[in-house]
């Protein structure tokens, strides 16, 4: 169990009756000396009041202070991510087939949430989960494709890409739903392109289930595909983009993890970093959010792509010119 367990397992054993400290650790399958640092926590810190009761040579709450509760055990970032989101989710849920059954869910999410030591209302009021830029499928397509998922079936779908600006027609093998950046992708096995592929959930148009099986997926090959490479345009990486940042754009930089496999190190005062990609269209827009706070030092390419993007810019701002 972990510490918060055992904090709420020491306090209901303090309440009933004085225990060895041998005892205790039995209780809680934990060290001595994990023990006695958690008394320690408890009454140094949550204002504990916890005595050694020489007669039993065990410890327990002094009968003089009947009645104590523990403060609010934080929950941590990401237990506290996973209840908010969860409810959420189950809030934006319409009426239909599960209703009786995500009553009681959700009661059980906020009963979760008050172990922070504040009611579920006072969290989900004063903690914000807020998305950005998502773009909402549609719920019957949404339907279609993640049961053909998990019935490991084929999928027809007319996707209108955004690059080439046009629809076309596809049988696809259906292997991963993706929650990204707040919106939906789908990574899928196309027949017609002959090889994995990642769609946009609100660019599919039309998605029909097949009847014909999907054949498996090869779980290793899957994995480096999706995680070869920088952003949602996965595969396996064509280059390694090195960017130097400025000083004060470094301080931040150097604490963010923008790819599992980056490198970074410190060159003269500037952070640089190193991130395998496949395609530079996500990459580009995560370089040009920091302007002239980053250098893309290579591939020669990229540094070029960066370098028109930045000029096209500034062309729509002449100096002395109103818009």
Known sequence: MNRAERIFRLHALLNEKARPLARLQEELDASRATVVRDLGYMKDFMGAPIEYDRATNGYRYRSSEPGFQLPGLWLNESELYALLASERLLDQMPPGLLSPYIGPLRSRIRALLAHSGHSAASVSERILLQPAAARPANPERFGSIAGALLEGRKLQIDYHGRERDRMSHRTVHPLR????????????YCEQAGALRIFSLDRIRHARPLPEPAPAAD???????????FGIFSGSAAAWA????????????????WHPDQIGHWVAGHYELQIPYSDPRELLMDILKYGAEVEVIAPAELREKVAERLRAAAERYPRGGGG
Request: aromatic share 16%.
């Open 219 to 229: 779980a290793t090959a899957l994995d480096r595909f999706l995680g070869a490479s």
């Open 177 to 188: 739903l993706l929650r990204y950046r707040d919106n939906w992708y789908l990574a899928a």
């Open 242 to 257: 090195v960017l130097r940042f400025t000083p004060d754009a470094s301080r931040w930089v150097a604490d963010e993890r």
